[in-house]
């Protein structure tokens, strides 16, 4: 197929990327390099010259999206590009809507004109959509009433919603299109060749804060909130690895109809507790570092683990990496091999 994949310079856009050229599609990477790298784009275009273009460009440029998904016939879109930090959506939240949602938007009105109508749209979406779920709907089903808990969590919702009423239109018109929305849980780890890993600025995300101080490259992590109603006191997330959850993409893409619109959890389905992360890091790594208790951070969700029961009937797929351990170290290696990200290969 030949794929227009959006954001794939970030974290999962890149591991994305690589697994659609290893398995043989076109690949055109958009992606305004605000928070993603020119190297992955470099290393993917030196391994996949004749099916791979990066073309840099914002998801809102209507009249450079439309030329290019004609230029290259794109017929599936994988949307990563967005703004992805809860804690930042709080502060700056008319940010996130114009990105992650007027963005998207304008991205689909040019789709929306291009010669030839694109055939299959995968959205990342987000565990955040369901915002604190009540107790007895967790490990969380899709069917769990959406309500977030932060301005990111909305924008990937209203997004949803979005995109449910353009397939609808699609079906209307007679060119019905596959719509696919995958709710992410919390995405960790490294690619298994070691090319590509997880390197934002700023970094806010548990597993690389534990890392960076398992490195010395911070005196010490803090652990938002220790009196949450959880065994331990601190938040329950679902860590899964990336190249499994690049997988699901792959699956949704060849097996979604078009015509059809569904949504599926990506997660292990188990709950690690931020205590339990820093523990497999600390073991992992082999070294101790400071880890201090501080306040709650706004927007967090108590408990996020998934039922994955949905896409595991439906398209076959199961997490294959399901050991914190495994998941950590995979993190781990990258980030050892690569201490300054990517910047120590420019
Ligand atoms: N945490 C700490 N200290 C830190 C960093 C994080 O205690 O220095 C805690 C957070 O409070 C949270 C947990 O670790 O309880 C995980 O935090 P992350 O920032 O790693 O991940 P989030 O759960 O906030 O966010 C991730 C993705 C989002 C996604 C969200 C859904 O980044 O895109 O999961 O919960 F939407």
Redesign the pocket.
């Known amino acids: 197929m030949r794929v227009l994949v959006t954001g794939a310079a970030g974290y999962i856009g890149s591991h994305a990327s690589k697994r659609l050229l290893h398995d043989g599609h076109h690949v055109l990477a958009l992606d305004d390099l605000s928070r993603g790298h020119q190297t992955p784009m470099d290393l993917l275009k030196q391994s996949h010259p004749d099916r791979f273009t990066f073309a840099h460009g914002r998801l809102g440029d209507r009249v450079k999206v439309k030329s290019l998904v004609d230029d290259l016939k794109i017929d599936t879109v994988m949307h990563f590009g967005a703004l992805?930090?809860?804690?930042e959506s709080v502060d700056r939240p008319l940010r996130y809507y114009q990105n992650n949602v007027a963005g998207a938007i304008a991205m689909l009105e040019a789709l929306d004109c291009a010669e030839s109508p694109i055939q299959r749209f995968i959205f990342s979406s987000?565990?955040?959509t369901y915002g604190d779920p009540p107790d007895d709907l967790i490990p969380v089903p899709e069917t769990c009433p959406q309500s977030p808990t932060s301005p990111?969590?909305r924008t990937?919702l209203h997004l949803e919603q979005i995109l449910m009423d353009y397939a609808d239109h699609r079906r209307a018109k007679g060119s019905p299109i596959a719509l696919t929305m995958l709710r992410?849980?919390?995405?960790a780890g490294a690619d298994s060749s070691g090319i590509l890993g997880e390197d934002h600025d700023p970094e806010?995300?548990?597993?690389p804060?534990a890392i960076q101080c398992a490195l010395g490259q911070r005196d010490h992590?803090?652990?938002?909130?220790t009196d949450y109603p959880t065994p331990d006191g601190?938040?329950i997330?679902d860590y899964v690895h990336v190249d499994d959850l690049v997988d699901a993409h792959l699956r949704a893409m060849e097996r979604i109809e078009p015509g059809r619109t569904e949504a599926f959890n990506i997660g292990i389905g188990k709950g690690a507790s931020?205590r339990e992360?820093i523990e497999a890091v600390k073991r992992v790594s082999g070294s101790d570092f400071n880890v201090q208790e501080?306040p709650?951070?706004p927007g967090?969700?108590i408990a996020?683990f998934a039922d994955p029961s949905k896409i595991q009937s439906e398209l076959g797929w199961s997490a294959q990496h399901t050991d914190l351990d495994e998941i950590v170290r995979s993190a781990y290696d990258w980030m050892k091999a690569h201490p300054k990200g990517y910047d120590d290969k420019n």
């Open positions: 992805a930090y809860v804690g987000s565990c955040a990111y969590g990937k992410y849980f919390n995405v806010t995300h548990l597993i804060i992590i803090s652990i938002f909130g601190t938040n997330r931020v992360v501080a709650r951070r967090d969700a996020l």
